[in-house]
């Protein structure tokens, strides 16, 4: 018992802590309203049940800790259940490792953020299905009704887990009963029941009647541990039926014989398990890009930057949250250098197939520049393949009220009521509807207002610069389409546009030039080679100056071998424009885009 | 005891008057205040002249009040008589189905009472539609979904909704079908044993093509016609269906309306259900131009469709040259018995127009053609106004429909059997969503004040995030049933795949 209660506790602050049941859904944000049109549908379909409470739960794992809980509270009752199912079919055989292991493999399976949680719902249903089954007595009769009745029952609420329950009642039959003719029957039932239903009852592929509902994915970690976890119950019957009769001896049974010898071995063998399921399953470059993900969402943006920091990501999408997070703390041409810009333009501005796989994250960007009808259609975009979700509700409320479609907004909240945990703000959102002096002193609605566009242009996804142009012509006040603008030229290593970047960034009154400009000017104008330095020279702070020779110095140690310097340049200068337009591979082109342009600043 | 008794039978009394008056019996308080203004309702129905078989026209009452009397009444036959606490009202069917049957090309007269805060009543004034004698068919199918830029997964399916009840029964939705898209649908004449609706990637694309009681799925694409077909037209005799082959790009505008679109290519073919091959004619696909859109005329010897000159799809955002793309309305002879087109000729010129045309739609007796005008394209529910417009044929004369249009799009209309109603596409509501609207049409080709698809749950589009697209009129329901389609849809190995034939 001592054991149990430790497992579940250190298994409760691992999933809570290392996987975070948050990132599932952000990941999977499912859909739940509390609408009658949904549930019905969600009644009416094999493995619906299971699904709609999975999404019901799935909702509250927005809270972490609860999600974590949750997790834990299934996997425990999965593994009380495999302990009652191998003693009802061991005869008694208390087991001592095998009913843990499960719950490892929920683990396993819970460490891909997009599994659903109504798997584990569906194992849950049918494991209680066996067990019913095989305590139903000996009557024959009676067991073939049991069959019949839990066999539909566990079709219409888990799916395909049928063939689960199907599979151990016909072993239980002919292992258990030594029925082997109605283990035969009820094998062959258990395969008929998804055609039958698929032909009489649902509208459903064949691939998809013998599918729903089971976890049968290449995206598991190990790929093998679905089919564990989905052969696992069967297989009891080929383990406890054995050891029930005494057939199996177990090597060292003996030594076993002694309890404290069991309880250590159980241990050990308990904690090495679990620790091969964490390690084999958990994905941290997933987990990191979701982490990311779910901190933008809420706008954590320091939380980003701390991630960004510590992690060094590779990923794409980590770089434009984190360049989206050092605009937002005011930062953007200070720092941006100082996190990965391996992806260079790509990594601050959304590419297309992002765009494409994440139209909500597209959404939330173009809202942040002032693109307000770019960012309706991709939230448009977000219903259309992801569904009716609380985040999707709430964006596509937000922008049309922004744009002062009351309607539209409407509707929105309407349906965002039926949601679990976004009724209040619906009820908020709805007053600013109806009062637009109040909406008016919405900060989020009016700086939404303020960027709308003036003049119809098109817009590209990938929002090439002159996009952004046009967004600067049309609101010089909109700070980040500027401040994004002069970051693609600088990951672009294109310095011509920056005296025209100096004059318009007197809009924001900023008390100094922002360090990767002044970096970039003084690249610019050293491989110009001019003579004497405009005025705007000046603006620049000497210790500027001090670190661009200093940077000359190193290379002029290491002979002018810009390779040679590489590691000590990285090391000192690393979080400098000078770094990245040294070992950037750009370089070339601008050097003779430089030599075309000469003269261009004077 | 007695004392009991009585007291027991006073309160069964009561609670019969109660539950009378909540059934249909009750009436309004005399001491009701006039408002002098009909009461504020949704969706707007007050006005519309309706069929004689359409479902009751549920609606919300929105004014502010504990408790809302609505009285419906005809001429002849009983009033109906609703008492709510809510404002939402629900209009009980059987009553209300004997009341416009015994009330053709009469009225049908709603009255609103509510009483406010403190328990005042307020009468308001009635409001009335005209019934029509003409009936309309009885199904309408459509396909429902969310808004559509250009990803989908999820909620897309076709529906027949029995638009004389509020049955709603979903014929092919796409979670069945590996999340594929469904797009044009398209009857013979209005009726159900002869129709077809365009797949994409269930995993197969082309038509699930009904013939008698026989469904296929057929690949459309032949070496004439890589792309497959849309934008279908029967011809009355029900052996050809003309369509488009297109290749269509999207963008989009930063201000108003965010989706535009434009066809780069497209043609017309033909394909004869009974040799299942495709055709054309230089008529419909001349290199030069664009085809799209074709609608037979009901003596099946005309094929209208629109047509724009070709032009340069790189310079096509270059000082908006997109919007100079403009359709005219043509139209080209046609002989059933041997296939050939001839003597193509300009109906209507987009520049005679001032606009675009798309959408064409010829009445059932041959007479009007109802199509959608916008300032350029051929995609006007992209459009901030895309209009309706009535030709006359007999007359050439253009007829605008002001009482259909509204400020914002419409489109996607069809023509009931008898050709005395027509169904449309409006995004009026808000500018995103489509609903359906029906509008009568009297013999002189006026169109009444148009009236939404009526709900069961009146408040329905309040909530509903989804867009009803290509509403078609059907004379009766569809005998396939949804999982008949699904496996159909679904049976790549049972499909077809049609033949190119450059001549019939």
């Not at chain 1, 100096?502 to 922002?514: N, S």
């Not at chain 2, 394209?377 to 009482?403: Q, T």
């Not at chain 2, 008949?484 to 499909?495: F, I, M, P, V």
Request: glycine share 6%.
């Amino acid at each position: 018992m001592m054991r149990e209660a430790a497992f579940f506790i250190l298994y409760f602050l691992y999933v809570w802590l290392r996987i975070n049941p948050g990132l599932h859904n952000q990941r999977q944000d499912p859909v739940f309203l509390l609408d009658s049109g949904f549930l019905r549908d969600c009644l009416l379909r094999p493995s619906g049940p299971a699904e709609c409470v999975s999404a019901l739960f799935t909702q509250l794992f927005s809270l972490p800790v609860v999600g974590a809980l949750l997790v834990t509270a299934a996997a425990w009752l999965l593994t009380r259940m495999t302990c009652s199912l191998i003693q009802a079919i061991g005869k008694g055989h208390k087991p001592k490792v095998a009913h843990f292991l499960p719950a490892l493999l929920v683990l396993m399976l819970q460490s891909l953020y997009t599994h659903s949680f109504s798997v584990t719902l569906g194992a849950l249903t049918v494991v209680g299905c066996i067990l019913l089954q095989v305590q139903t007595g000996s009557s024959v009769l009676l067991r073939i009704a049991c069959f019949l009745a839990l066999g539909a029952f566990s079709y219409w609420a888990a799916g395909a887990w049928l063939l689960v329950f199907g599979l151990a009642a016909s072993l239980n039959e002919a292992l258990a009963h030594r029925h082997r003719i109605l283990g035969l029957v009820f094998l062959s039932v258990t395969a008929l029941l998804p055609f039958i239903a698929k032909q009489a009852v649902f509208v459903l592929g064949a691939r998809n009647a013998y599918l729903i509902g089971l976890p049968f994915s290449e995206t598991y970690h190990p790929r093998i541990a679905p089919f564990l976890f989905v052969g696992f119950f069967p297989v009891l019957w080929l383990y406890a039926g054995p050891v029930a009769i005494g057939r199996l001896r177990l090597p060292g049974a003996k030594i076993l014989k002694h309890d404290w010898v069991h309880f250590a071995l159980g241990t050990l063998v308990l904690a090495g398990l679990g620790w091969c399921a964490a390690s084999v399953s958990f994905n941290p470059r997933m987990h990191r890009l979701l982490q990311v993900d779910y901190d933008a969402r809420r706008e954590r943006w320091d939380a980003i930057l701390r991630v960004a920091a510590r992690d060094r990501s590779d990923l794409i999408q980590v770089a434009h949250q984190t360049n989206r997070a050092l605009f937002h703390t005011g930062r953007l041409l200070d720092d941006m250098f100082a996190y990965p810009q391996i992806h260079g333009t790509a990594g601050l501005l959304l590419p297309r197939e992002y765009g494409f796989s994440a139209p909500l994250q597209e959404s939330d960007f173009c809202l942040d520049l002032g693109s307000i009808n770019e960012s309706r259609h991709w939230a448009y975009e977000a219903l259309s393949t992801a569904g009716r979700t609380p985040w999707i509700l709430k964006r596509c409320a937000f922008v049309n009220l922004a744009m002062g479609d009351l309607r539209a907004a409407e509707r929105c909240l309407n349906m965002l009521d039926r949601t679990v945990f976004f009724h209040a703000w619906a009820v908020r959102t709805r007053r600013l509807a109806a009062d637009s002096a109040l909406a008016a002193k919405d900060p989020a609605v009016a700086r939404a207002r303020a960027l709308l566009p003036s003049k119809d242009y098109l817009s590209f996804v990938g929002h090439p610069p002159s996009e952004l142009d046009t967004l600067i012509h049309q609101h010089p006040e909109n700070r980040m389409a500027f401040e994004y603008r002069v970051a693609l030229d600088l990951l672009d290593c294109r310095l011509t546009d920056l005296p025209y970047h100096l004059l318009r960034m007197k809009t924001f009154q900023v008390a100094a030039i922002p360090r990767h400009l002044e970096e970039a000017m003084i690249a610019y104008w050293a491989m110009l080679k001019i003579r004497e330095l405009p005025a705007v020279a000046r603006l620049v702070r000497p210790e500027r100056y001090q670190r661009f020779r200093e940077i000359n110095r190193v290379l002029t140690d290491y002979g002018g071998d810009k390779q040679a310097a590489r590691a000590e340049m990285e090391r000192r200068f690393g979080d400098t424009f000078w770094y990245y337009l040294a070992y950037n591979p750009t370089i070339e082109r601008l050097r003779s885009q430089a030599l075309q342009e000469r003269g261009g600043l004077e | 005891m007695n004392r009991y008794t009585k007291a027991a039978k006073s309160f069964a009394v009561a609670l019969l008057v109660a539950l009378a008056a909540g059934c249909g019996t009750g009436g309004d308080p005399k001491e009701a205040e006039p408002v002098r203004r009909p009461p504020r309702i949704e969706p707007d129905y007050a006005g519309a002249v309706i069929p004689p078989n359409i479902a009751p026209l549920n609606f919300m009452v929105l004014e502010k009040a504990g408790e809302y009397r609505v009285e419906v009444s005809c001429a002849q036959g009983s009033p109906i008589r609703i008492v709510s606490r809510k404002p939402s009202i629900r209009i009980p069917l059987a009553p209300w189905r004997e009341l416009l049957a015994r009330n053709r090309g009469g009225a049908v007269r709603v009255s609103v009472s509510a009483s406010d805060e403190t328990g005042r009543w307020l009468r308001f004034d009635p409001f009335e539609n005209r019934i029509s004698a003409d009936s309309i068919d009885g199904w309408l199918v459509y396909r429902r979904m969310p808004p559509l830029y250009r990803f989908w997964k999820k909620g897309m399916g076709i529906f027949e909704r029995n638009i004389q009840t509020f049955e709603e029964t979903r014929l092919l939705e796409n979670e069945s079908l590996n999340d594929g898209c469904f797009n044009c649908h398209a009857f013979c004449r209005n009726r159900p044993d002869r129709w077809m609706v365009h797949l994409r990637r269930v995993p197969a694309t082309g038509m699930l093509l009904t013939v008698g009681g026989q469904t296929t799925l057929v690949n459309t694409q032949t070496e004439f016609n890589r792309a497959p077909a849309g934008h279908p037209a029967w011809h009355p005799g029900g052996n050809f269906l003309a369509f488009s082959t297109y290749k269509v790009r999207q963008f989009f505008h930063a201000t108003g309306v965010n989706r535009d679109a434009y066809d780069m290519v497209s043609d017309l073919i033909l394909y004869r259900v009974d040799a299942n091959a495709v055709t054309s004619s230089p008529a419909l696909a001349d290199p030069k131009r664009m085809e799209t859109y074709p609608a037979w005329s009901p003596d099946g010897k005309w094929l209208y469709f629109c047509s724009a000159p070709g032009f340069d799809t790189s310079t096509v955002f270059l000082d908006e040259n997109y919007r100079n793309i403009r359709y005219d309305l043509v139209r080209v002879g046609f002989d059933p018995e041997t296939a050939r087109f001839s003597g193509l000729e300009t109906v209507l010129s987009a520049s005679d127009l001032g606009g675009s045309v798309a959408h064409p739609r010829v009445s059932p007796d041959g007479r009007w053609l109802l199509f959608c005008r916008s300032g350029y394209g051929n995609f006007p529910l992209f459009r901030s106004a895309g209009d309706l417009v009535m030709l006359d044929l007999e007359s050439s004369r253009v007829r605008w429909l002001d009482a259909v249009n509204s400020s914002r799009s419409e489109g996607y209309h069809t023509w009931s059997s008898n050709g005395r109603w027509f169904v449309f596409s409006s995004t009026r509501e808000d500018g995103i969503h489509t609903r359906p609207y029906f509008s009568h049409v009297d013999p002189d080709g006026n169109a009444s004040k148009p009236f939404v698809l009526p709900q069961e749950d009146p408040s329905r589009y309040e909530h509903e995030l989804e867009t009803y697209n290509i509403p078609e009129l059907v004379s009766a329901p569809i005998p396939q049933g949804s999982r008949l389609l699904t496996e159909s849809a679904l049976r790549q190995d049972k499909g077809i795949k049609a033949k190119y034939s450059p001549s019939m």
